[in-house]
Structures are given as C-alpha cells and as structure tokens.
C-alpha cells in the first residue's frame, strides 16, 4: 500500500510569490490533515479535511493560506502571497476513520526569501 | 502552561543502555496519547498508543499517570538505530482529529 505523498519535496520562492504544496493520502482515506513545522517550533495543526469537507481548520494562521480538497482526494495547500514567516515544513496526514492512526507524508519544505 | 512539554534533551547515551523521556499535557479530559517517532528531516511516524496506564511493546514501554498528567517512554537496551527525536502527542479534544505535539526529546545512542 502506498503511503501519504507529497509535491515538492522543497520549495523556495520569493516573499510575495505564491506557491501551492500538494499532498496525495493513502487510498481509501477519507481524512486528511494539514499540519505544520516552523524552525525551533514544535509541529502544529493546521486543519482536517473528511472527504472533500473542511472539518476543522481552526489552526490555520491567516487568509493568505487556502486548502482545497475537491473530489475528496488530493489536496492542496496554497500560501498567496508567501511571507517569510511562512517557511517551515508542512506535512500531510491521513487516517481511514476518526481517531484512527494519522499516517505522516514526507514533507514539502517550504523556504520563503 | 504548554499543551504538551517535553525535555528536548539531547540524551547521549551508550548502546545497551535504559533511556526514559517525560512529557506533560495540560488537558485532564485527553484520553488518548501517542509517542511518535522522527528521524532527521524524516516524517513522524507512530511508535506506541497509551489509552490506559501504559503499554509495551518489545524494548519499548509507556506510562500513563494521569493524577500527574504525564506519559513516559521507556527504552530499554538502546541500539544504534533508536537515534531520533521522539514526540509526544495529544490529540486535541475528545474527537481526536487535531494532534498536539510537543517539540520533541532527541535520542543519541553511541557505540
């Protein structure tokens, strides 16, 4: 079984650009989660998808970030425009049902300048 | 207080050696606790659940006090390969969706 997939492995853009990270769950998978790692900071929620619904995205920062989950497959993760704070590695996970173990891709890491 | 709080370390430690990390959570309701593995720029990947007082699993042994609001890891007879950094996480509510993780505890193990 193939495991949680990511699109890039790296990024770097220039403050202002825009960049959209792509995350493919496991198959059969309904929930997906975006979370987060800020250098010296610990990883951090950002939100749940189940199916094409945002269940909670309580832990986004701002309207710069867009997620979209259409089909209920894969989804994207879209930062317009980049700022320098926003650098950092951003994991996708999913999980077959709630509670469920969360399965972690590898990470795209994001280098804003 | 933090969500979750661990010792970052580092814990140097020889092969063959017993190693034991803390973690503190602040929410008394969390039911539900994991100790999630991370190899260097590597995804987390789960190592142990701990719905009750603890679990075991081979080298490996978790605690649950929930009087104290701490989860341990214990491991025993450290080799090579245990070297990483080893995440606490608490999910966030009773829904369990969002995780909560604590910054990490790094491991080294030397021959």
């Known amino acids: 079984e193939a495991g949680v997939t990511q699109f890039p492995s790296h990024s770097v853009i220039e403050k202002g650009q825009t960049v959209t990270l792509r995350c493919d769950p496991i198959s059969g998978h309904d929930n997906l989660y975006w979370y987060r790692r800020v250098m010296g900071k610990e990883i951090k929620f950002l939100l749940h998808f189940v199916k094409e619904s945002k269940q909670d995205e309580s832990g986004m920062p701002n309207n710069r970030f867009l997620a979209e989950r259409t089909g209920g497959t894969y989804s994207t993760l879209k930062v317009q425009p980049a700022e320098l704070e926003d650098s950092g590695v951003y994991f996708c996970?999913?999980?077959?049902?709630?509670?469920?173990?969360?399965?972690f891709g590898p990470g795209t890491r994001l280098l804003v300048l | 207080r933090k969500e979750v709080e661990q010792d970052p370390g580092p814990f140097n430690v020889p092969e063959g050696a017993t190693v034991a990390f803390n973690c503190t959570y602040s929410n008394s309701a969390s039911q539900s606790f994991f100790w999630y593995r991370q190899d260097c720029r590597k995804e987390p990947k789960l190592l142990m659940s701990?719905?009750?007082s603890g679990n075991e699993d081979g080298r490996f042994t978790a605690q649950l006090n929930r009087a104290s609001q701490y989860i341990s890891l214990l491991i025993r007879d450290s080799k090579l390969s245990d070297s990483a950094t080893y995440l606490c996480v608490v999910p966030r509510n009773q829904a369990g969706t969002a995780l909560i993780f604590g910054k990490g505890t790094t491991l080294s193990v030397s021959s």
């Open positions: 996970a999913s999980s077959r049902r709630f509670q469920e173990t969360q399965y």
């Open positions: 701990v719905y009750s």
